[in-house]
């Protein structure tokens, strides 16, 4: 079976890993872990604007922004891109460094930086030539809350023991119930 990107171009799935014989999407829990995140990853991206339109326009004209086409990067660390900006990131990629952080945290970021800084390809830059083959015979992916009563189904949870996580050197005094009884987990805390 061939490669397919789903709902944004970059990522790419083995059929064979996402889709059952019949077309549809394998249940979460047939497909690979590393497949499986990239799916849910995409059911919030799909509607993202461009990274790069959105750092030109900005909330204040965010409608001025290209809808993204393309995903590059892993997930939680991707860059968003429309056709016209692709071109951008690929330079920034190949020639301006960008490939030495690929699997990096600050992958985006760092893009992101560079853009912001007018880093951008030169006039004429060749993208990449994308092949979409009857794009319409796949099936869509599911939605968010399709997404979630799936991870959900037959889920028991795990219950966490904290004191499994607390000091464990022979010096330190060990939680007892109720030590923990003063602490209001509902609290907003400060961030930064």
Known sequence: MAKVSVGLRGWRFEES???????????LDEIPEDARERLVRLV????????????VHGDEEIQQC?????????????VLLCSQHEPDFLYWFREAGGRELAG???FADAFHEWFVDDGRAP????????VETDPDDLPSPPDASEIQRRLEEGFEGERINLRDYGPQDDD??????????DIDLGTDYPTK
């Open 17 to 27: 890993e996402i889709f059952s014989e019949e077309g549809e999407f394998k249940p």
């Open 44 to 55: 919030s991206l799909v509607e993202e604007p461009c990274d790069a339109c959105y750092l």
């Open 66 to 78: 290209r809808q993204a086409a393309i995903v590059y990067g892993e997930p939680g660390e991707e």
């Open 104 to 106: 990096d945290d600050i």
């Open 123 to 130: 006039e004429g830059y060749a993208g990449m030539e994308h």
């Open 172 to 181: 330190s005094t060990p939680l007892e119930e109720g030590d923990l009884d």
